[in-house]
């Protein structure tokens, strides 16, 4: 831990840029893409330099190429006969652009300075998302001029992510406060950024948080009676956090009204926690028994959705994605595999959870030690028992795609700078 808190010798090397652009652009939208587009020329002017032939040296490589084809596999087998073919087809074609995004990590990051590096940036990245969405909650007004409204989102405008993907990024952020600071700056970075995830109103990143924050808890607790200790602590400050926010905030007001629909003991409650996805996973279900070997084709999710749903359904009333259209997503991971890409997809999904985390127990400890903070993170974003954003749409799916280079590139960096490559 020590080791990858000191102050890299040389900051921010110029080959690490291209990686940085994707986490800094992220509040903007789709022009996180400058970010894989910049890695894509990177690649080819490593490649120029040395030669093909480097690429297979690596193991990180050998793992991201496994683990990207069981991603794109999954939606190229289920593109032949989709639904929309066109949509599902562009879809495989632009899933390509992960393989130089994420083989440009692998190769720049190969010793732990750099990536260390990378740590810090999102860290502080994470850390100017939260101070921006403070400033909203004080005042009203964040960095981008946006009205607070309804939601909180600071630097991410109108976007409804934000929360989301505050959450997921939170380990980053701890993981560097507990590094400088101890287990008290632990604390106060886990309140700070508490506030703005319970206020963004997103209830799948309040599940994430809970996540990250039992994972470093386990940590630092290294016994079971300071893990409950550490455990009724956390129960406190939330319970503390909420009182505020319950108070102060009239969308979190009404999120926490509709969750605790859920102890009604009806189906209506139940749906009514669920922001209605009770209703969108039902037609999901009935989409995935009609075609369970390959699905309906990836991202044909919204356009097979009014076939399979009663005529009354609500969002085929409101058509939110367009006319002519259903819900956009599952809004669940594994709902959103078997209705795209049926059981074969979720076999490849599986196949390559499984080898993700034989990589990772035949490692040393050193090495898994030095991924932690982005296994943390790809293990909130993956939790199975949340709702969650689509997975092949083109944001979070580049946020999934980077995360997944990094892990990748951290479980074999060398304890040594290496610039071979830049």
């Known amino acids: 831990m020590a080791s990858l808190l000191a102050p890299p010798r040389r900051f921010l090397r110029p080959s690490i ?38 690429l297979h040296r690596w193991p990180s490589t050998s793992l991201l190429m496994v683990l990207l084809s069981a991603y794109v596999g999954a939606a190229l ?50 850390g100017v998302w939260t101070f921006a969405a403070w400033l909203q909650m004080l005042t009203g ?3 981008r001029g946006a009205t607070t409204g309804v939601y909180l989102t600071g630097m991410f405008g109108d976007d409804l992510k934000f929360g989301p993907t505050l959450a997921v990024l939170s380990p980053f952020a701890l993981w560097a406060v ?45 016994s079971l009676r300071r893990f409950a200790v550490l455990c009724g602590v956390g129960l406190i400050l939330l319970a503390l956090a909420g009182g505020v926010a319950w108070k102060t905030s009239a969308r979190f007001d009404a999120r926490v009204h509709r969750t605790l629909a859920l102890f009604q003991g009806s189906e209506h409650g139940l749906d009514t926690a ?20 390959n699905g309906v084709g990836v991202r044909g999710f919204r356009y097979a959705y009014p076939s399979y749903a009663p005529a009354d359904d609500h969002f085929v009333m409101i058509e939110p994605c367009g006319p002519g259209q259903g819900a956009c997503h599952p809004h669940q991971l594994v709902l959103e595999v078997l209705a795209g890409t049926g059981v074969l997809g979720l076999l490849l999904w599986l ?32 939790f199975p028992l949340n709702t969650h954003l689509a997975f092949y749409s083109a944001w979070w799916g580049l946020l ?4 997944l280079a990094l892990w990748c590139a951290a479980l074999y960096a060398e304890a040594k700078n290496g610039d071979a490559v830049a």
């Open 17 to 54: 840029w291209p990686l940085l652009l994707v986490p800094v652009l992220l509040p903007f939208g789709r022009s996180s893409e400058l970010g894989t587009l910049a890695c894509v020329i990177g690649l080819l002017v490593l490649v120029a330099r040395s030669g093909w032939q480097g």
């Open 77 to 126: 087998f289920s593109a032949p006969d989709a639904l929309v073919p066109a949509k599902s087809w562009s879809t495989v074609a632009s899933l390509l652009r992960y393989l130089p995004l994420g083989l440009y990590a692998c190769l720049v990051l190969r010793d732990e300075g750099r990536l260390r590096v990378v740590y810090l940036v999102v860290a502080v990245l994470v």
């Open 141 to 143: 007004w964040n960095m």
């Open 178 to 222: 507990r590094g400088r600071w101890g287990w008290r700056g632990l604390l106060l970075a886990f309140v700070l950024l508490l506030g703005p995830v319970l206020l963004a109103g997103a209830r799948s990143a309040w599940l994430c948080y809970a996540l990250v924050a039992l994972v470093f808890a386990w940590r630092e607790a290294a």
């Open 274 to 293: 669920l922001t209605g996805r009770l209703d969108i996973w039902r037609t999901t279900v009935r989409m995935i028994a009609a075609h369970p070997f």
């Open 351 to 382: 196949a390559a959870s499984a080898w993700a985390i034989r990589a990772w127990r035949q490692v040393c400890e050193g090495a898994r030690r030095q991924a932690f903070p982005v296994t943390v993170a790809l293990a909130a974003m993956l």
């Open 400 to 403: 999934f795609a980077w995360l």
